[in-house]
T-cell receptor, first 116, second 113 residues
Framework: DAKTTQPTSMDCAEGRAANLPCNHS???????VYWYRQIHSQGPQYIIH???NNETNEMASLIITEDRKSSTLILPHATLRDTAVYYC?????????????????FGKGTHLIIQP | KAGVTQTPRYLIKTRGQQVTLSCSPI?????VSWYQQTPGQGLQFLFE???????NKGNFPGRFSGRQFSNSRSEMNVSTLELGDSALYLC????????????FGPGTRLTVT
C-alpha cells in the first residue's frame, strides 16, 4: 500500500472549513483513499473514501487531485466536536469474495484542533 | 440504525486467565474485524470474519482467537492472559469484505493485572 504523509497538527476556527491535506505520491491506480478520524477515547470513525472522483457525504468532502498523488478532506463547517486525529489511509480493495479484508493500518494522522 | 455494540465495555482480569469479548455488528453487516489498540503500538489488526469464516489474520499469537455466528455476531477470546494484553479491543463491522468502509464499536477496555 502507498505511504501517506499528513501534517502532525492543524488548527481551525469553529464555523470555518477545515481542509486536511494528505500526500500519497506513490499511489497505484487501484488504490482507494480512505479517511477516518478518532476522537479521544472512542473507536475510529469512518468518514469517506474515493478512488478518482471527488466525493461528498453528510460529513465531509474528499477532493483527489487529477494525478491522484494527493487529496484533501474538507469539513465544511467545523465544530468543536470535530476535534480529533484524522487518518488518511490508502488501500487496495480486498480480493473478491472470500479474499477478506486484512485490516486497516493507521499512521500518526493529523491532530485537528477546532478553536472556539 | 443501531451502531456496533461491544460488551463488556470494561474488564479487569488477572494474568493467566482467559477472556471472551463480544461484538454485535450493524444490522445487515456480514463482515467483522477485530483490532487491538495500545499507546505504544497503535491500532493493530487481529482478524476478520465473513460468513462465519476467518478470512484474514494479523500477526498475533494463537492465544488470540475468534469466531463468528450465523447472525454475524462475533466473539474473540484471549487465553492465558499476559500483562501486555492490556489494551482497547475494537470491533468493526462492514457490509461485506470487499472494501475498508468499516464502522467501529466503542471498544472493550481490558486491563490485565
Amino acid at each position: 500500500d502507498a505511504k501517506t504523509t499528513q501534517p502532525t497538527s492543524m488548527d481551525c476556527a469553529e464555523g470555518r472549513a477545515a481542509n486536511l491535506p494528505c500526500n500519497h505520491s506513490t499511489i497505484s491506480g487501484n488504490e482507494y483513499v480512505y479517511w477516518y478520524r478518532q476522537i479521544h477515547s472512542q473507536g475510529p470513525q469512518y468518514i469517506i473514501h474515493g478512488l478518482k472522483n471527488n466525493e461528498t457525504n453528510e460529513m465531509a468532502s474528499l477532493i483527489i487531485t487529477e494525478d491522484r498523488k494527493s487529496s484533501t478532506l474538507i469539513l465544511p463547517h467545523a465544530t468543536l466536536r470535530d476535534t480529533a486525529v484524522y487518518y488518511c489511509i490508502v488501500r487496495v480493495a480486498p480480493v473478491g469474495s472470500g479474499g477478506g479484508a486484512d485490516g486497516l493500518t493507521f499512521g500518526k494522522g493529523t491532530h485537528l484542533i477546532i478553536q472556539p | 440504525k443501531a451502531g456496533v455494540t461491544q460488551t463488556p465495555r470494561y474488564l479487569i482480569k488477572t494474568r493467566g486467565q482467559q477472556v471472551t469479548l463480544s461484538c454485535s455488528p450493524i444490522s445487515g453487516h456480514r463482515s467483522v474485524s477485530w483490532y487491538q489498540q495500545t499507546p505504544g503500538q497503535g491500532l493493530q489488526f487481529l482478524f476478520e470474519y465473513f460468513s462465519e469464516t476467518q478470512r484474514n489474520k494479523g500477526n498475533f499469537p494463537g492465544r488470540f482467537s475468534g469466531r463468528q455466528f450465523s447472525n454475524s455476531r462475533s466473539e474473540m477470546n484471549v487465553s492465558t492472559l499476559e500483562l501486555g494484553d492490556s489494551a482497547l479491543y475494537l470491533c468493526a463491522s462492514s457490509l461485506d469484505n470487499l472494501n475498508y468502509e468499516q464502522y467501529f464499536g466503542p471498544g472493550t477496555r481490558l486491563t490485565v493485572t
